[in-house]
């Protein structure tokens, strides 16, 4: 099925397998960039935005390449009243360096993780195929904005299967936590969705790293 001919299909009938042939259908295919600069959607961040229509000429791919290294999401036809799809930046930076949007439905939990005593950790800084340079510059940048001079972050794992990607809450300043929710939902838009965002104290664990 053709990008033009899967975003006729109505909401009420698309399913995983739809997204599945959507994210094939976009890849290869070609969407109109509907404004030369990002815009800022209602969630506040900031997207290219596009739409799908028989005289496209530009490679979504393309866009989305490009979208990638700037720190910008994609959303495609947001002139109707619920876009067909929007990208996150976490999904575009992971689609080009996977070629996958992110790797499991599930979305990742965010919050807070509890440690237990006497529990194996594995913990270090995180791998540029899990957290790349240019990724990092960019989640570092946006802290910045908020006044966090030098985020500090671990990677953790009890099972080396499942890992968590840990902010000190120290280097964010120590926000309340009735705050920590919607400082790691921020950080989420930045990250595939299946990846598991913390927020936690330094004390007790291995070194952290500069972000």
Same mark, same amino acid.
């Given at each position: 099925m053709t990008l033009n001919?899967?975003?006729? %299909?109505?909401?009420?009938?698309?399913? !995983?397998?739809?997204? %599945?042939?959507?994210?094939?259908? %976009?890849?290869?295919?070609?969407?109109?960039?509907?404004?030369?600069a990002p815009q800022q959607g209602p969630d506040?961040?900031?997207?290219?935005?596009?739409?799908?229509?028989a005289d496209a000429t530009e490679p979504a791919n393309k866009i989305m390449q490009w979208a990638a290294l700037k720190g910008v999401g994609l959303?495609?036809?947001?002139?109707?009243?619920?876009?067909?799809y929007v990208f996150t930046y976490g999904m575009l930076w992971h689609f080009k360096e996977t070629g996958l949007f992110y790797r499991t439905a599930d979305e990742a939990p965010v919050?807070?993780?509890?440690m237990e005593k006497g529990q194996g950790l594995h913990a270090g800084e995180p791998a540029p195929s899990y957290l790349p340079q240019y990724v990092r510059n960019i989640i570092k940048e946006f802290l910045r904005d908020q006044?966090?001079?030098?985020?500090? %972050?671990?990677?953790?794992?009890?099972?080396?299967? !499942?890992?968590?990607?840990?902010?000190?809450?120290e280097s964010l300043g120590n926000p309340p936590e009735k705050e920590h929710q919607g400082i790691a939902e921020a950080i989420s838009w930045f990250l595939p969705p299946h990846y598991s965002i913390v927020l936690v104290s330094e004390m007790g664990l291995p070194k952290f790293t500069d972000l």
């Open positions: 001919e899967l975003v006729k %299909i109505s909401d009420e009938q698309r399913d !995983h397998q739809w997204e %599945i042939d959507f994210f094939m259908a %976009i890849t290869s295919g070609k969407v109109k960039l509907m404004l030369d506040g961040w900031p997207y290219m935005l596009a739409e799908t229509s959303a495609v036809n947001p002139q109707k009243n619920y876009p067909d919050g807070v993780l509890e006044a966090v001079m030098r985020p500090r %972050i671990l990677v953790m794992s009890q099972d080396r299967k !499942h890992y968590d990607l840990a902010f000190s809450l």
